[in-house]
């Protein structure tokens, strides 16, 4: 079974950038067809999609923080990670790494990680 934890500080400055850590374990990032993913919840909001690195390297990103996100892995760790550039506190929410896809659907989520954006 594939787990996911993610780490990284819980208090970030302003106009610094954030940078998160996913830990998977139970299965390689680089598995063929799996694809892993960083989403955020903001608080008294729903989910957003920041951006997915696929098993090849690959990566995507949602148009409103791509100019601010990037993702990238550790593959001798079975890491990805999330870095946003010039955070604000609007930036304040739970964020989550997922992991999807494979040959049997894997759906498979991280607990998520509170980091709140204040000076």
């Known amino acids: 079974q594939v787990q996911l934890q993610e780490s990284g500080p819980g208090l970030v400055r302003p106009s610094q950038t954030l940078s998160l850590t996913c830990t998977v374990s139970?299965?390689?990032?680089?598995?063929?067809?799996?694809?892993w993913s960083w989403i955020r919840q903001p608080p008294g909001k729903g989910l957003e999609w920041m951006g997915v690195?696929?098993?090849?390297?690959?990566?995507y990103y949602s148009e409103s923080l791509k100019s601010r996100t990037s993702i990238s892995r550790d593959t001798s760790k079975n890491q990805f990670t999330l870095q946003l550039s010039s955070v604000t506190p609007e930036d304040t929410a739970i964020y989550y790494c997922?992991?999807?896809?494979?040959?049997?659907?894997?759906?498979?989520w991280g607990k998520g990680t509170l980091v709140t954006v204040s000076s």
């Open positions: 997922k992991g999807y896809g494979g040959p049997i659907g894997m759906d498979a």
């Open positions: 690195i696929a098993y090849s390297g690959s990566t």
């Open positions: 139970g299965g390689s990032i680089t598995t063929n067809y799996y694809y």
